[in-house]
């Protein structure tokens, strides 16, 4: 019942009954929810048909051709990527019906409280402290890092619920009100000039048990579904050639033959190739997806995409030459949306410096890469027996 | 849009040619045959060209062949690498193949696909697709010169040969002087072809069929560079989960891990840009450009992925007896083979259009 003819059928017959040209944007967004057209893959009620992942395609050309608005699924992509599967897996009947709907039509906002000054690499190690109290739990601490907080309605929040206890096993995830009172959110200045991250000072945060996600202390198996769907979120798209880093300085090599030296010329074409075959890499782990042969390319693909980057983006400031000396604005701005290949050269090599740290430096990918696809052995451990309370910090 | 995956019938031919190596080609006996008189395994040659008939995957079944394309050789060339098997796949059932495809000689190719005949096209094997090769001299209707270089001559039947007329001549092997050269890549072996005066049967114009055979060779070379870069990987892989210094695997240090994690990202990247050239020379679609991608990024990766297995199997790596240092002779010569990354990178700039100062 759900193959692709009748996927396209359904996606006529809302097209048909809400037509885009003079429908509300929020209202189409919503009727296509309930039509189970949002992601096909998800249960029927939940903005699904239960159809296999691959079919969403079918249903998002017929839209894209119908001129229909989508959710700007960029400004939302923490709801979408992270907070919905994690959700889908572990909410109660109660808080899937409550969040998955405006959390796919964007009206209301996620991010995702879970990095802390004390706590990168070692996630598990986080300190924020929650305890309970009657029928909620009182929240304590801080998060760092956290994308679109200042346009948040929702996160979804990891808290250590037992210190006693090894730091694995003490963690229970949450739900967390960004209208809280007790939540402050300031913005953090990075190196590019702007605020694209916040700090999130947590003091006496009231959370209902209700808006517990999965059992107490099973907190830290619930995120490994919110960080497993993070580095899965490489889209149904194919990418162009040049459609990434290597797009901007091709085009100022063509256009700007006065800045081309040998040197950089060998250096740019060696970057060229490694950018198109890096290309080529995501194009057979997008077509492994859509043949439902599980790949293990994905994980290796953040690495390539760090580093591909930051090198590209530095050799074109060095290409500008004089120009490369000045940068294009320092002003402090709170931007929704982050385009690693926007604005100027120098803008585009500092903003990349945190591809190879955001969402998992480079370092631990590298060991992930190690351990889990050639099967070499793990680090020694010497904080697995411990209780949290009296690890090292 | 470029097939970048491995069909089910692909998949099967990688096994059934893993097997027949597996038969034929174990590492001892590579490397003994490569000091003797036969360096090329002619038995493991004729069970896969006579045996399987995939000498004639490129040429059309009306003439012999298997009709098949070149992604199917691009699965049997990851399945030598892989073995460093010591045939004239490459440099016969394509390279020779191609140029006789583009020339149209039908007699000949018929009895290249059978693989009973073995040909070689007579250009060295440095040779890029879009540089200039060597000619002989054709005088009063014979052939005179000499041409270094060249690839599996020593087992090679027929001889393609470019002359200064802008033919491109077969000529019997057994009418040249064949000298075998020492090679670095102990598995594919070059000679020099001396002409004293031999009569040639002209099959058709060298420009476009040595073109063309170029082309696919450095395309095609990439999927026997995977192969080799990825035995490379996994035997590696395989040791330092065994071996044990200071008390535990040598794979669990992280200085160790990490090269091999990157060593893997580029062996992935490298599936990928070889298989995007064996579709687009199956397709005829951006072939010029996705073969100059792949030879561009495999070379270096080859080398790497063979350096990296030497050094860390230590003092094994550095042993005779051991078959690494067959990969790495490998992987070197191809780097060279059919042009160098820095030529295909030169090619690239034209047809991406990013120019030179």
Same mark, same amino acid.
Request: with cysteine; charged share 25%.
């Given at each position: 019942?759900? !193959? ?17 040209? !003079?429908? !509300? ?80 039509? $964007? ?47 929702? &996160? ?7 210190? !006693? ?29 702007? &605020? ?47 459609? $990434? ?149 | ?115 009973? @005949? ?117 035997? @590696? ?102 042009? @160098? ?17």
């Amino acid at each position: 019942m759900t !193959d692709a003819e009748e996927l396209r059928r359904r996606t006529r017959e809302l097209l048909a009954e809400h037509p885009p040209a !003079d429908t !509300d944007r929020l209202d189409f967004l919503g009727a296509r929810f309930d039509a189970g057209l949002a992601w096909v893959h998800y249960p029927q009620g939940l903005g699904g048909l239960g159809a296999p992942r691959s079919l969403q395609a079918v249903v998002d050309a017929e839209l894209e051709a119908a001129g229909a608005p989508d959710n700007d699924p960029r400004r939302i992509g923490i709801g979408l990527g992270m907070a919905a599967p994690t959700i889908l897996k572990y909410g109660t009947d109660e808080q899937k019906q409550r969040f998955l709907r405006p959390l796919w039509t $964007g009206e209301e906002v996620w991010c995702q409280l879970f990095s802390e000054p004390g706590a990168g690499s070692d996630l598990a190690a986080l300190g924020t402290r929650a305890v309970r109290e009657g029928e909620d739990w009182v929240v304590n601490g801080q998060k760092v890092w956290t994308s679109s907080a200042h346009v948040a309605r929702w &996160a979804i929040l990891i808290a250590r619920t037992a210190p !006693d206890v090894p730091k694995h096993a003490g963690i229970t995830y949450f739900v967390c009100d960004m209208t809280d009172p007790g939540v402050e959110v300031r913005p953090l200045r990075q190196i590019t000039g702007e &605020a694209e991250f916040n700090e999130v000072f947590l003091t006496d945060v009231r959370i209902p048990d209700s808006r517990r996600l999965g059992a107490v202390g099973d907190g830290w198996r619930v995120a490994q579904t919110t960080l497993m769907n993070e580095r899965v979120s490489i889209g149904g798209m194919a990418l162009p050639r040049e459609g $990434g880093m290597i797009g901007p300085i091709a085009k100022t090599w063509r256009e700007r033959p006065e800045l081309r030296t040998h040197e950089l010329h060998q250096r740019l074409l060696k970057l060229w190739v490694e950018a198109e075959v890096s290309r080529l890499t995501a194009e057979r782990l997008r077509q492994q997806l859509v043949a439902g042969q599980p790949g293990y390319e994905g994980s290796g693909m953040k690495l390539a995409f760090a580093r591909l980057n930051q090198e590209i983006s530095g050799l074109e400031v060095e290409l500008r030459g004089e120009e490369g000396l000045v940068y294009d604005d320092w002003t402090m701005r709170r931007p929704e949306l982050v385009d690693f290949t926007g604005r100027d050269a120098g803008y585009r090599y500092l903003r990349s410096k945190g591809n190879s740290i955001e969402g998992g430096t480079s370092e631990v990918l590298l060991n992930i890469v190690a351990e889990r696809v050639l099967g070499l052995p793990a680090e020694p451990r010497t904080d697995k027996d411990v209780a949290w309370k009296d690890l090292a910090r | 849009m470029t097939d970048l995956l491995y069909s089910e019938e692909e998949e099967a031919l990688r096994a059934a040619v893993r097997d027949l190596l597996a038969d034929h080609c174990d590492a001892p006996g590579v490397i003994a045959r490569t000091e003797s008189d036969t360096p090329h395994d002619l038995a493991a040659w004729k069970a896969l060209a006579d045996g399987m008939g995939l000498a004639g995957l490129l040429v059309p079944e009306a003439q012999g062949g298997q009709g098949a394309s070149a992604r199917e050789v691009a699965v049997v060339l990851e399945e030598l690498g892989r073995a460093v098997a010591p045939v004239p796949y490459l440099t016969s059932a394509v390279v020779a193949t191609e140029a006789l495809l583009a020339s149209g000689d039908e007699e000949l190719l018929g009895q290249l696909a059978s693989g009973r @005949t073995i040909g070689a096209l007579a250009v060295g094997l440095h040779t890029a697709p879009d540089a200039v090769w060597k000619t002989v001299r054709l005088e009063n209707g014979t052939l005179r010169g000499e041409l270094t270089g060249i690839a599996d001559a020593g087992v090679a039947d027929v001889l393609l040969v470019p002359a200064d007329d802008g033919g491109l001549y077969a000529v019997p092997a057994a009418a040249v002087t064949l000298t075998p050269q020492v090679s670095l890549d102990l598995t594919r072996p070059l000679a020099t072809v001396r002409l004293d005066g031999v009569p040639g049967r002209r099959v058709g114009d060298a420009e476009p069929a040595v073109r063309r055979a170029l082309r696919a060779g450095a395309g095609l070379l990439a999927s026997e560079q995977l192969g080799v870069a990825d035995w490379a990987l996994t035997e @590696t892989v395989r040791y330092l989960k065994e071996r044990k210094q200071f008390n535990r695997p040598v794979g669990g240090f992280q200085a160790l891990k990490h090269r091999l994690a990157q060593l893997w990202l580029e062996v992935v990247n490298l599936r990928a840009a070889a298989r995007a050239a064996a579709d687009a020379l199956a397709s005829g679609e951006d072939t010029e450009i996705a073969v100059a991608v792949a030879q561009a990024y495999a070379a270096p990766v080859a080398v790497h992925a063979a350096e990296e297995a030497l050094q860390l199997h230590g003092g094994l790596g550095m042993t005779w007896e051991h078959p690494i240092h067959l990969y790495l002779k490998r992987a070197k010569a191809d780097s060279i083979a059919y042009g @160098t990354a820095g030529a295909h990178r030169e090619a690239l700039a034209g047809l991406i259009d990013l120019q030179a100062p």
